[in-house]
């Protein structure tokens, strides 16, 4: 299995390389992308879209009315409204961020990257994330598209995926393996 048709399977892999394809023919790759981040960033900074998107107690027309004022308001016109009202619609909206990312993924890889995910406690400066990219080209050997979460609940330190690998530097993880550790001890 090669490494497009591990990142694109699934329904969201489908999804994800349907809209790409698409975006490739109408020659709106990176407009599609920039769309698709802005909505992947209003979901990190909304309790109430993200509750829209995952709740299952909304109809499709009820989510496609809430992002059509949404779309308005970012700004967002491109294939990638279409392609969430299409999701919406279809009764998968649930999966869109698994859907962005592996959309992500198929735009680095086709710009000759690799995708990686960054979680953070807080917002990275350029300088960490410059510095972040260089480390990780070096480790994995070709360039790297970031795409970087605000999970404050990490208390600090990276959670970075890369592919199938994942590093979970996170403060929280490592005070719960110490609250494991110190039960083994008593």
């Not at 490494?3 to 390389?17: C, L, S, W």
């Not at 209003?42 to 709740?55: G, I, Q």
């Not at 260089?134 to 070709?142: F, I, M, N, T």
Request: net charge positive; hydrophobic share 45%; charged share 20%.
């Amino acid at each position: 299995m090669t490494a497009q048709e591990q990142k694109a399977t699934g329904m969201p892999g489908r999804y994800a390389t349907a809209l790409f394809e698409l975006a490739q023919e109408s020659n709106s790759v990176g407009q599609v992308s920039a769309d698709l981040d802005s909505f992947a960033a209003m979901l990190d900074s909304s309790e109430d879209l993200t509750r829209l998107v995952r709740s299952p107690v909304f109809g499709a027309g009820e989510q496609i009315a809430a992002l059509d004022a949404v779309f308005a308001q970012a700004g967002i016109k491109s294939i990638a409204a279409n392609f969430i009202r299409l999701a919406a619609n279809n009764r998968r909206l649930f999966a869109v961020r698994n859907m962005i990312g592996a959309y992500r993924s198929l735009v680095a890889e086709a710009r000759g990257e690799i995708a990686a995910e960054v979680v953070s406690a807080e917002k990275l400066t350029a300088a960490q994330l410059s510095k972040l990219k260089a480390e990780l080209k070096a480790s994995v050997g070709s360039d790297v598209e970031l795409a970087t979460t605000v999970d404050p609940s990490i208390l600090g330190g990276l959670i970075v995926k890369v592919g199938s690998r994942m590093v979970d530097n996170s403060l929280r993880t490592k005070l719960q393996n110490l609250k494991v550790s110190m039960k083994g001890v008593s």
